[in-house]
């Protein structure tokens, strides 16, 4: 059996040194199996491709991947997966919010059968209430406009089998929603509870903006709810429009003063224009996605591996 750890890293100088530690006593505390870490500098701008450097000169296991620029943590770790060669492969993140030592626990688990063990966060330290409560509401919306059911309260901490990735790497989707990815694929899945960690070091890198666009994401990629609200939002305005009507009529009838064409003005302005924007700026979203998915550009660019031997490639 060979295991692999995908770690997305982005400005990580902080946390590296005590993940590969944890990880490495983590590995080493698995039997009956060879490991590789991949790590996967996703252009960081500080320490971190160096410090990635010396820790694959000193550990044979540790695989380096590094980008050419920031192309967002799922193609971060889309790149890991394509470098991981594992029977199994883990997918963690640096900061050690979630703990590597519920590794082994998803390992039994998958020798018991299952190809897809993921971790279900019982408690989530170190994170504020608007946080908690907008993770709350993401995972709950996107359940309920999405066709797949995605696990609430999971993110992308999880162990897969090499066939559910060899279907992941086959999907060429550019705005990739990993955990919604792997829902739809299907096959035997399970939980693995444990309770999240505050973050050992750094800053996070899902501020307020790119959360949203994350949510934005992951609704557009797994629901044609927008497109069916556009239509309803444009039912709704017709309905406002005829109320519109009726109202100009009885202040016709009913009122010596009247300003000739006012009312038809407000209605066409107030209602219709709105509702035209509001569908064109939906129907933009995945117009301008498609774009995106026909110009066939590489999902990433890779600008240095290391730790990987000319006679040993990569799956693909």
Not at 229 to 237: D, K, R, S, T, Y
Not at 255 to 267: K, Y
Request: proline share 3%; net charge neutral; with cysteine.
């Amino acid at each position: 059996m060979m295991l692999s750890i995908v770690v997305p890293c982005y400005n990580e100088e902080a946390v590296l040194g005590e993940l590969h530690r944890r990880l490495i006593s983590v590995v080493d505390q698995v039997s009956g199996s060879d490991c590789e870490i991949v790590y996967v500098d996703d252009g960081s701008d500080d320490q971190t491709a160096s410090m990635l450097r010396q820790l694959q000169s000193d550990e044979p296991r540790v695989r380096v991947v590094s980008l050419s620029r920031n192309f967002g943590h799922q193609l971060a770790v889309t790149a890991g997966l394509e470098h991981a060669t594992g029977d199994a492969v883990v997918i963690i993140d640096a900061d050690l919010q979630d703990p590597p030592e519920v590794i082994p626990e998803m390992i039994a688990r998958w020798r018991d059968g299952y190809q897809v063990v993921y971790g279900l966060r019982a408690k989530r330290a170190g994170e504020t209430t608007f946080k908690l409560w907008t993770a709350k509401a993401f995972y709950r919306l996107i359940n309920r406009v999405s066709e797949v059911e995605i696990p609430l309260d999971v993110g992308d901490f999880r162990l897969i089998d090499r066939q559910v990735v060899d279907v992941l790497l086959a999907m060429p989707e550019r705005d990739r929603f990993l955990r919604g990815m792997i829902s739809w694929v299907g096959f035997r899945q399970v939980a693995v509870i444990y309770e999240r960690a505050a973050r050992h070091a750094g800053v996070t890198k899902y501020p307020l903006m790119k959360m949203l666009r994350f949510a934005v994401d992951s609704v557009i990629s797994f629901s044609f709810a927008p497109l069916r609200l556009a239509i309803w939002v444009g039912f709704a305005a017709i309905t406002a429009a005829v109320a519109g009507i009726v109202y100009a009529l009885i202040i016709r009838i009913y009122t010596t003063t009247w300003v000739r064409g006012w009312a038809s003005i407000f209605t066409a302005v107030l209602f219709l224009g709105g509702v035209q924007l509001i569908t064109l700026g939906i129907v933009g979203e995945y117009v301008g996605r498609i774009y995106a998915e026909v110009k066939l550009r590489p999902l990433y660019i890779v600008r240095e591996k290391l730790g990987f031997d000319a006679t040993r490639k990569p799956a693909d």
